[in-house]
Every structure is written in C-alpha cells, then in structure tokens.
T-cell receptor, first 115, second 115 residues
C-alpha cells in the first residue's frame, strides 16, 4: 500500500520569503510523485511530478520539488512566495509497479502568504 | 482546450434518492477516475477505469457504482445516497498511461449534500 504524509496543516509565510511545503511518502518499490494545487472553489491543478532522472523537478508557477529517496521525501519549494500562492497543496504518490493504478493523496497543506 | 466537465456542480438531495454525477473528457484518454475530498482526509480514490468496460475499485468504493460504456464518459452513480456521502467529488482523466506515469487532470468538482 502507498501513503503520503503532509505533516503541517497550515504553512504561513511572508510574501517574498521562501516557501516550503513538506511531503513524505511510503511505497513499495520506486515512487511516482506528484504535487497539485487547489485554489478556493476550484479543482486541482497539476504542478509537477517526479518519475525518474534528476532529483530536482521544476514545475508551473515557479515551483520546484526535490526527490530524496533516502528520506522518502518530496518537498515542494518556491524561492519567493506570492500572495496569489495562497491555496491548498496536495502531494500524491503511486508505486511504479506494473498494474498499480491507484494514486494516494496526502491530506493537504493550506498555504497562507501574508502580504 | 482539454477539459474535464462534471455535472451538476452542486447538488442537494435526500437519503435514498438515486443520483448520477456525470463526467466527460474531450482528450480521448483511456484512464479516468473518481475521488472524494473531505476536510482533513485529502482526496480518496473511489473508482477508476483503465479503458472502456474496464473499471476497478479504489480505496473507498462502498456505496458507489461507475460505468464506462464509452471512452469520453465516466458517470458516478449513488444508488441510495446517505449523509456520509456528503462530500466534494472530483473526476480526473489521465494521459498516456504507462505503468502509472500518467498525470491526472481534474474536473471542477461536484459538491454534494445528502440530507
């Protein structure tokens, strides 16, 4: 079974400061990892994913994430947060084993960027 | 424009009254899935479909049915809704399924209240 932990319910950051949203995962074998963002009253938007290769993945809106296999983590980062980044962020994982078609999401992190 | 559409977007119903939430995609993707989002629980997968006439249970399938008679549509059926099915529901489509590498793209959501 695969699972994701997003340990913080809410992340507060001042505008212009670095933003980090934490994610750790548990999966058998190699993981496929995803980050999604949900703005108020909207659906989920895909930000980025790690499948294989370079551990640092760059995505939409200036976000990036670093895959760390030894720490089983995939933290989302942005060097300089904007007020418009205030949203709910979800990390998700799927095992890369053949026939595994189920995606497990974390409970989400509310990010509040303070002007 | 690639889209996932869901209807209705908002629905209030009573216990036991059968309902269907439709989901349609215009990208001819094989993979489609349904999730429910609840506060503090993140997204949980209800059912998914790898192709026409191929469906499988996710993590929380109890009380739900799905069908995939054609590639573009993947309706979610609640035969006898109960209050614990009050939730926000998302349909998703996946591109180029390659052992789980696909990215899932989500619809706008359907907010259901069961009285």
């Amino acid at each position: 079974a695969q699972s994701v932990a997003q340990p913080e319910d809410q992340v507060n950051v001042a505008e212009g400061n670095p933003l980090t949203v934490k994610c750790t995962y548990s999966v058998s074998g190699n993981p496929y990892l995803f980050w999604y963002v949900q703005y108020p009253n909207r659906g989920l938007q895909f930000l980025l994913k790690y499948i294989t290769g370079d551990n640092l993945v760059k995505g939409s809106y200036g976000f990036e994430a670093e895959f760390n296999k030894s720490q089983t983590s995939f933290h989302l980062k942005k060097p300089s947060a904007l007020v418009s980044d205030s949203a709910l962020y979800f990390c998700a994982v799927r095992a890369s084993s053949y026939g595994n078609n189920r995606l497990a999401f974390g409970k989400g992190n509310q990010v509040v960027v303070i002007p | 424009e690639a889209q996932v559409t869901q209807n209705p977007r908002y629905l209030i119903t009573v216990t036991g009254k059968k309902l269907t939430v439709t989901c349609s995609q215009n990208m001819n993707h094989e993979y489609m899935s349904w999730y429910r989002q609840d506060p503090g629980l993140g997204l949980r997968q209800i059912y998914y479909s790898m192709n026409v006439e191929v469906t499988d249970k996710g993590d929380v399938p109890e009380g739900y049915k799905v069908s995939r008679k054609e590639k573009r549509n993947f309706p979610l059926i609640l035969e006898s809704p109960s209050p614990n099915q009050t939730s926000l529901y998302f349909c998703a489509r996946g591109d180029i399924p390659l052992g789980g590498r696909e990215t899932q793209y989500f619809g706008p959501g359907t907010r259901l209240l069961v009285l």
